[in-house]
């Protein structure tokens, strides 16, 4: 980890041993003025947390788990649409450094032979409808072994090391990230969001397939078509009807 450079994209990386949740310490620090960027990386976490208030195992050495602070200027709507940004520079990260097929599953999960092996969490703070700030948390499931998740986590969850056969180098994959993140937004900055959509869309394998949503509002069965501009994702109903999902667990057929 010590390898890890300062660059004119991430000015400060903090380096910790164990932490709650390193989007506790990232949004603290980001109060205090940190500036975009900012990049916080733990060794282990004892509260790492997931979407929808779920647990994420995060133990001492075996992975990454790190927040960045983002200070977009851009409307507090489309503060999912870096969340899609960051699933996909992450995507091409890891085929970058090793021969991996990775596919994302909507929003944001990367996915291994329909295994998961890293998730993305987007935290934005605002103030009064603005953006003030965005910590994304992104984990990924580097060198964990078999017996590193609970059993119950086994059928759905993979890491690059058990992929590969062979464990990989966590600052590779970090710098790898900040590398290719740097690229998508900056493109993002010059160009919107389409040609991210394109990208994402193009490593998804949650689109044209009939599926199972689990909204906080209930099931909805349909399939998927595509992102509108917040990021939602486009669901056709049976009745040719579209509706956009904000949030949702999906169930895809296998295979
Ligand atoms: C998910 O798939 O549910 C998102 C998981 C995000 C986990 C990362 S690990 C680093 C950062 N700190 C946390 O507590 N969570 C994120």
Not at 102 to 108: E, L, R, T, Y
């Amino acid at each position: 980890m010590e390898k890890l450079k300062e660059s004119s994209f991430v000015p400060s990386i903090k380096l910790l041993d164990a932490v709650d949740s390193t989007q506790n310490i990232a949004q603290r620090m980001a109060e205090e003025g940190a500036p975009e960027g900012t990049l916080v990386i733990a060794e282990q976490q004892t509260k790492g947390r997931g979407r929808m208030g779920r647990h994420w195992v995060s133990p001492p050495g075996k992975g990454v788990w790190m927040s960045m602070v983002l200070r977009p200027e851009i409307p507090l709507q489309f503060a999912p649409q870096l969340t899609l940004l960051a699933a996909v520079a992450l995507s091409r990260a890891l085929m970058a450094i090793a021969p991996l097929d990775i596919g994302i599953k909507w929003p944001n999960d990367l996915l291994i032979g329909g295994k998961k092996i890293s998730g993305i969490l987007l935290e934005s703070t605002a103030e009064d409808e603005r953006l003030r700030y965005v910590v994304a948390g992104i984990g990924i499931s580097v060198n964990l072994e078999e017996t590193d998740y609970p059993p119950e986590l086994l059928e759905a969850a993979t890491s690059l090391r058990i992929a590969l056969g062979r464990p990989l180098e966590r600052s590779e994959v970090i710098a790898a990230f900040i590398s290719q993140f740097q690229q998508l937004y900056t493109l993002y900055h010059k160009e919107g969001f389409a040609p991210i959509r394109s990208l994402w869309e193009a490593r998804s394998i949650t689109l044209h397939k009939q599926a199972r949503l689990v909204t906080p509002s209930g099931v909805v069965e349909g399939t998927p078509v595509g992102l509108d501009d917040r990021g939602a994702l486009l669901v056709k109903l049976a009745g040719g009807e579209i509706i956009p999902v904000f949030s949702a667990d999906i169930k895809l057929p296998a295979g």
